[in-house]
């Protein structure tokens, strides 16, 4: 109550038209500080997520397409292992050491030219100069998407090859999936392991 008294004191005051002035700059003061505020925080966020969402898809797409490439090669791997005589059930996990790469197609454009010039002392001398300016050449997806024209694929580099088979306990058996896989992915004998599956 005796705050409202002194509130209800001030406002008739003489002072109470600079009060109330003063009341308003105040407020307008602390509305542009948090519209401003409010505004700058946003587009910081908004930067830090577009660059956080740009990176991970990129890394997503990287190990998405390596998984994809390994999973098929797994699978072959598998179905054509299972065939072997005395295999029984078999299972495949191979390891690269790199990615798959895709090598696109440049246009290069290449230009010479040379020109002759004299010096004072009556001799003269051939500069040549040339210059290449390249650009990717690209090609419209069925989407109308611009897809880069790819020329050359690097397949990934095997690392390693275990192989989980319930024939594997014959030396014979292990030899063929063995020699199978050397042959497939023409790695050495010492980066392929075969191991016997539990029954």
């Known amino acids: ?20 002035e003063n009341a308003v700059i105040v407020i307008i003061i602390g509305v542009i500080i948090i519209i401003v505020g409010s505004t700058f925080f946003s587009k910081k966020d ?7 969402t740009a990176n991970n ?10 998984a994809t490439s390994s999973g098929d090669m797994e699978q072959k791997l598998k179905y054509i292992l299972s065939q072997v005589e005395g295999a029984g059930k078999v299972e495949v996990m191979i390891t690269y ?28 001398r051939k500069i040549s100069q040339s210059s290449s300016d390249s650009t990717m050449v690209f090609k419209n997806g069925e989407n109308g998407e611009k897809t880069p024209v790819i020329i050359k694929e690097i397949e990934p580099e095997v690392k390693g090859v275990l192989i989980v088979a319930e024939g594997s306990s014959d030396p014979q ?6 020699r199978a896989v050397q042959v497939l992915l023409d790695i050495p004998v010492h980066r392929i392991q075969v191991i016997e599956r539990k029954k």
């Open 57 to 66: 898809t990129n890394s997503i797409d990287a190990s998405a397409t390596a």
């Open 97 to 124: 050491s790199t990615y798959k790469e895709n090598i696109p197609a440049y246009d290069t454009k290449t230009s010479e030219s040379s020109t002759d010039e004299k010096d004072s002392g009556g001799g003269t």
């Open 1 to 20: 109550m005796e705050l409202f008294k002194r509130l209800k004191e001030l406002l008739e005051s003489k002072n109470r038209r600079k009060l109330i």
């Open 173 to 178: 058996v292990r030899e063929k999936l063995s």
């Open 46 to 52: 908004k930067t830090k997520n577009s660059d956080f």
